[in-house]
């Protein structure tokens, strides 16, 4: 099993939808949550970083961390065709980031 | 926000050959760098980590001698592929962590636009 699961998609909605991205892990010991948009070709960007189980809200984007049930989501509120990218899920426990596989979104005009 | 720029962005090279890959902290002091290497459609993999003035930490499975990391100084981190190969191309992306600032932020780590790297 791998310690983070996401689900690589494609995912495609029309603009003005609402997005549900979602992450579960299996190591109780990650404290860090954090959800990075990647455009092709490019770095990963930090769009959310996370400490504690709830919500962080930024904009259109919301993250959601449950540690009971191990599990993270990202929301994008009104996507808009400029969110088209890879979101990728990360977490960490002293220092090292693992990522999940990544999730295709495309949003459609 | 902090910034991590890489050079080159984009190299082509022969099989054999090797390559260096350079990662600057430009805003902050960067105790910790990572490399990642990301293949097409899949998700980001540590290679290695660095800290300034001490060798690299390499992840199983990564040879260290073909993946020669340098921690010269607390802004610059350098990766050489050493007589590379075309399954050496890939994406590689670097990150800096420094200590920009106490409590939940201190771990946050701070990407590279990556470098593409081509062997033929």
């Known amino acids: 099993q791998k310690e983070v699961e996401q689900d690589p998609g494609p995912l495609s909605v029309p603009e003005g939808a609402i997005v549900s991205l979602n992450c579960t892990y299996s190591n109780s010991a990650f404290q860090y949550f954090m959800w990075y948009r990647q455009y092709s070709r490019k770095g990963p960007e930090l769009l959310m970083y996370t400490y504690s189980s709830g919500n962080k809200e930024d904009g259109r984007f919301t993250a959601q961390v449950d540690k009971s049930s191990k599990y993270i989501s990202l929301f994008i509120r009104d996507s808009q065709p400029s969110d088209s990218a890879t979101y990728l899920c990360a977490m960490s426990g002293t220092y090292k980031y693992i990522f999940g596989t990544g999730t295709r979104l495309k949003v459609l005009a | 926000g902090a910034v991590v720029s890489q050079h080159p962005s984009w190299v082509i090279c022969k099989s054999g050959t090797s390559v260096k890959i350079e990662c600057r902290s430009l805003?902050?002091?960067?105790?910790?760098m990572f490399w990642y290497r990301q293949f097409p459609k899949q998700s980001l993999m540590l290679m290695a980590t660095?800290?300034?003035?001490?060798?690299?930490?390499?992840e199983q499975g990564v040879e260290k001698d073909k993946f020669l990391i340098n921690h010269a100084s607390l802004t610059l981190s350098t990766l050489t592929v050493t007589s590379a190969h075309p399954e050496d191309s890939s994406f590689y992306i670097c990150?800096?962590?420094?200590?920009?600032?106490?409590?939940?932020?201190?771990?946050?780590?701070?990407f590279g636009p990556g470098t593409r790297l081509t062997v033929l």
């Open positions: 990150s800096a962590r420094g200590d920009l600032r106490s409590g939940p932020g201190e771990d946050e780590q701070f």
């Open positions: 660095s800290n300034e003035g001490s060798k690299a930490t390499y």
């Open positions: 805003d902050f002091q960067a105790t910790t």
